[in-house]
């Protein structure tokens, strides 16, 4: 339907569409959306356009509003193959965490408070105390926003105005262009590099110390690695040297993977107990990669190291809120209770590629059950990824669900996958086929992308 004039602003908000726009996003964005849709489309109706009438006014005005309410993060279905995918958010947390959160966190909480002694509590409390119990250790915790930042403290705490001592092998660049030399020079640490890029011996550390030392650093370069004629100085030759010369020892170990049964993919990745074995004074690491939980950065200690971190104001800038806490607490209490498979992340890397096939047949079948001749579909051998810089070599085996639309192109099925509907769906294309991998759907992604798929033929 079409108007002669302009509909009048006054007349618009008095209409029952409008009313129901204003209820639902607030008077002054109804407005603003519903003046903008009105003035592009009377500047159309001046260069020969017919003028909308209000109902198309109005839907166009619920359109724009509703992209401009959208949320700030929205759901996406990974069929990436891509675990631990670092643009998606990395390690997905189990929905009853969030329901359990929702419970306990939407009043107040005790989380500096101790409510038996009725006195100010320790906000790290509870989660050193989950760490200790995993762990087996008296290793004190200290947690913050993450692991750059455990990093950052790491260093300025002990051994600001020093030197750190790292091999140039170690000297890595994490995520979004971070570099470990910039970071230490925030910190305030003065970097000393020792050995080769290819080969560090225990011995460059010893002649590298001084009385400027502060630090003999080690990091564990977990996001790519040096093949072929190599040396590397172990943890606990370098916890050797700490004592012989009575400097503190730091291992940045990355990922933080503390689950007892290791998946093959995941062999040669060093863990959070074969750290503390080595008994370094502190190790930093993730808490949203390979523990599988929310975004965290965690600092086990020696108790009396622990201390000085806790006394460091640049702690109080770099430390976390209760969401985070809890989150974290939540993850935890599954490697506890024994039930680490429930940990989304850590499920999906131990699933079998037996399994994964049998799963994706099924999947196969259904959808050309439901579409037939709709699609080409097979289930394709492919290499998903563990992701977040972790086992970069080790490839993952992830059968995946291979999908050709008959008559059309893989790039424009992606496309709709990614942008038609909500919640948006990631896949891969892989010779003209958008492969959509097994291994990173979550139990209720099935119905979504079968649904998805069969809405495809309304194109």
């Known amino acids: 339907m079409t108007a002669v004039h302009p509909p009048k602003m006054d007349r618009l908000l008095d209409s029952i569409g409008a009313k129901a726009l204003i209820t639902e996003y607030g008077r002054r964005a109804a407005k603003k959306a519903l003046r903008e849709v009105l003035a592009s489309s ?21 359109s724009r509003l509703k992209e401009s309410f959208r949320p700030v993060l929205r759901r996406v279905v990974n069929g990436s193959g891509v675990v631990l995918h670092t643009n998606l958010g990395r390690a997905p947390i189990p929905g009853e965490a969030f329901s359990r959160a929702s419970e306990q966190l939407s009043g107040y909480s005790d ?10 509590g320790h906000r790290g409390l509870r989660i050193e105390r989950y760490f200790q119990d995993l762990l087996d250790t008296n290793y004190r915790t200290i947690v913050v926003n993450n692991n750059a930042g455990a990093v950052l403290l790491l260093l300025n705490t002990l051994a600001f105005g020093r030197e750190c001592l790292v091999s140039r092998g170690e000297l890595v660049e994490i995520g979004g262009g971070f570099r470990m030399p910039e970071v230490m020079l925030a910190s305030g640490s003065i970097l000393k590099e020792v050995g080769t890029t290819n080969r560090t011996r225990i011995v460059d550390y010893e002649n590298a110390c001084g009385e400027e030392s502060g630090l003999l650093l080690k990091v564990h370069t977990s996001n790519y690695r040096v093949l072929g004629f190599t040396e590397t100085v172990s943890l606990e030759e370098l916890t050797a040297l700490g004592k012989k010369t009575g400097l503190p020892v730091g291992f940045d170990l990355g990922s933080g993977m503390v689950m007892e049964e290791i998946p093959p993919a995941l062999s040669g990745e060093p863990t959070v107990r074969s750290a503390l074995a080595s008994a370094p004074d502190a190790i930093t690491f993730s808490a949203d990669k390979l523990l599988g939980g929310c975004q965290a950065g965690i600092i086990l200690a020696k108790p009396g190291v622990a201390e000085r971190f806790r006394t460091n104001p640049l702690l109080r800038a770099l ?18 209770r024994g039930r680490e498979n429930e940990i989304p992340a850590i499920a999906m890397l131990k699933r079998s590629a037996k399994t994964l096939r049998e799963q994706a047949e099924k999947l196969a079948s259904r959808l050309e059950n439901l579409v037939p001749g709709l699609f080409d579909i097979e289930v394709a051998e492919a290499e998903g990824r563990v992701g977040a810089g972790s086992a970069p070599l080790t490839p993952l085996s992830s059968p995946a669900l291979s999908i050709i639309p008959v008559g059309g192109g893989a790039g424009a099925l992606s496309a709709f996958l990614r942008t038609g509907g909500e919640p948006p769906i990631l896949t891969v294309i892989s010779n003209d086929r958008v492969l959509i991998h097994l291994r990173t759907l979550l139990e209720s992604d099935e119905e979504l992308l079968l649904k998805r798929l069969c809405s495809y033929k309304e194109v």
């Open 111 to 120: 989380l500096e408070i101790d409510l038996d002694a009725d006195r100010r």
């Open 42 to 62: 009377v500047e159309r109706w001046r260069n020969g356009d017919k003028m909308p009438c209000e109902e198309t006014v109005i839907a166009a005005a619920r």
């Open 319 to 336: 430390r976390v809120d209760k969401n985070t806490y809890f989150l974290l607490g939540e993850i935890l209490d599954l490697y506890r």
